[in-house]
């Protein structure tokens, strides 16, 4: 739980901490960490509403973004999803996988944006800025549930083209430590696509050394 003036669950953060320990229990096989994931999915799977949807039950402020409680996240709904098929996989239970299908529903309405026709996904549904690792997480969701959703997969490839038309304005304007991250996404992209075409788009910007 997160003080926001009074302690309360942040369904963002329990999703990061839930796939932050699954990733530990796949390095070391160790059962706890797969415990600890698995009580992350539990929360999720309990706490998701008829509309797909983690609620926030808190006010948030960052910069010039402000949120009343009761607002939703799309990064939220891209790491709960990337959680939820991972304990699907492990467990076969089915109340994962239909938490995950049914977290689906908020990216195709309200929390998909459209910035010059191309489909936005970030943390806060504000447009006021948009952030690249973002929504690269919530690209990772897709991806993850595609398996068991066509729908899914066809909002996966329209975010790629997202990428091929927004990459260099976010890579104008990031600075070293996020500019690490981007990195590491786009290299996990590029191996779940296993095609040169993104590579090449980012060596015409000489972003990163993809090799």
């Given at each position: 739980m997160v003080n926001y003036n009074g302690y309360k669950y942040n369904p963002l953060l329990i999703a990061e901490w839930g796939l932050q320990n699954y990733s530990?229990?796949?390095r070391s096989q160790n059962g706890e960490y797969l415990k600890r994931a698995k009580n992350a999915a539990e929360f999720l799977a309990n706490n998701i509403n008829?509309?797909?949807l983690w609620v926030n039950d808190f006010d948030y402020k960052e910069s010039n973004i402000s949120m009343k409680r009761g607002w939703a996240s799309s990064l939220t709904q891209g790491l709960g999803i990337s959680l939820l098929v991972r304990m699907y996989n492990?467990?076969?239970d089915e109340k994962y996988l239909n938490a995950a299908k049914l977290a689906l529903a908020p990216l195709r309405g309200e929390l998909k944006e459209s910035l010059n026709g191309f489909p936005m996904f970030d943390m806060f549904n504000t447009r006021t800025k948009y952030t690249?690792?973002?929504f690269m997480f919530v690209l990772f969701g897709l991806y993850d549930i595609s398996e068991y959703d066509d729908s899914?997969?066809?909002m996966f490839y329209e975010g790629v083209e997202t990428l091929r038309y927004l990459m260099p304005k976010f890579y104008g304007t990031t600075d070293k430590?996020?500019?690490s991250?981007?990195?590491a996404q786009i290299r996990a992209l590029c191996s779940i696509l296993d095609v040169d075409s993104i590579d090449e788009y980012l060596d015409d910007f000489e972003v990163i050394d993809i090799e």
């Open positions: 530990y229990y796949k008829d509309n797909g492990e467990t076969q690249f690792s973002s899914a997969k066809e430590f996020y500019k991250i981007h990195d």
